[in-house]
């Protein structure tokens, strides 16, 4: 059996989805590993799973014994490459995207510009500071996001003028720079692409369906409903894959990472990607890939083991 680290919490807003993340996958993997359970506190305190304090030099040398760490950090300290620089400088094999992914796609406006880059489309947007918020121009609804931020906190849809102050004022409660984007209108799918030795595994695409924008208080809920596979032409189908792929590749993922879109009229509009995404039995990337016959057990191994292959 493999000695593997299971990180959870953090300082982000995510700190308890990201508990639950954490005992979830701790608990799939203790049948098949020997696990050690690692907690950072909001504060960032780091204790062992007895709820002893480590200190940060406690911490690393406690992943030194182990040999993969499964990062289940959401947000930011966390999801965007804080965690696999710590474990790339203490030299410990990780689950997951490294650094450079991480902090690409957790800026949502450097994904944008990749995206564009690689020829997948965006919501037309504008990032604002707070030194030039007063400067933009109303054009109607929009969505407004801090640009760093996860679990679509401090995310707002403005429908009239008179509101988007308020909504301003709540991302840049996140975030030194917000995103404001034009609303599209679309279906929301997700596509889960997973990274193998053997080559890029892509599960079947999830539809969200929600009255209204997906925001944090939608996501947790239950109100919100995931259908899966989402009802696709192979056409659209492709379109969404594909886009997948190249988001994936061209941020430099690794693992499984979750890439948002909305399907519209036109084709796939990217939302965000996700390289640290939710990661219970009934969160998204786990359904997709329980509709493809894998179970939840048997995907988190395979991120281990393939880790282990490396």
Known sequence: ???????????????????????????????????????????????????????????????????VVVP????????????????????????????????????????????????VATAPGQLLTRADAGEYTWR????VKPAAAGSSQGVSLVETADRLPAALAEAFGHDDRVLVEEVVRGREIDIA??????????APALEIVADGIFDSRTK???????????????AARKELEQAAVAMYDALGCAGVARIDF????????????????????????????AAAGMSYADLLDMLVTDVLAG
């Open 1 to 67: 059996m493999s000695r593997v680290a299971v990180v959870g919490g953090g300082r982000s807003a995510e700190h308890d989805v990201s508990l639950a993340s954490a005992a979830a996958v701790a608990d799939a993997l203790s049948a098949r590993h020997t696990v050690v359970r690692l907690t950072i506190d909001r504060d960032g305190t780091w204790r062992d799973q007895a709820g002893r304090r480590l200190g940060l030099a406690g911490a690393v040398e406690l992943l030194r014994t182990c040999q």
């Open 72 to 119: 289940m950090l959401h947000g930011k300290h966390g999801e965007d490459g804080t965690l696999a620089a710590l474990c790339d400088l203490a030299g410990v094999a990780y689950v997951g995207s490294p650094l450079r992914a991480g902090a690409l796609a957790m800026d949502k406006w450097v994904t944008k510009l990749v995206a564009e880059a690689v020829g």
């Open 140 to 143: 109607g609804p929009v969505v």
């Open 193 to 202: 692409v997973l990274g193998r030795p053997g080559g890029k595994v892509v």
């Open 220 to 234: 947790y809920d239950g109100s919100a409903r995931f259908v899966v596979p989402a009802p696709l032409d192979d």
């Open 262 to 289: 909305f399907w519209t009229e036109r084709g796939a509009v990217l939302n965000e990607v996700n390289t640290a995404p939710g990661f219970t039995e009934q969160s998204q990337v786990p359904k997709m890939f």
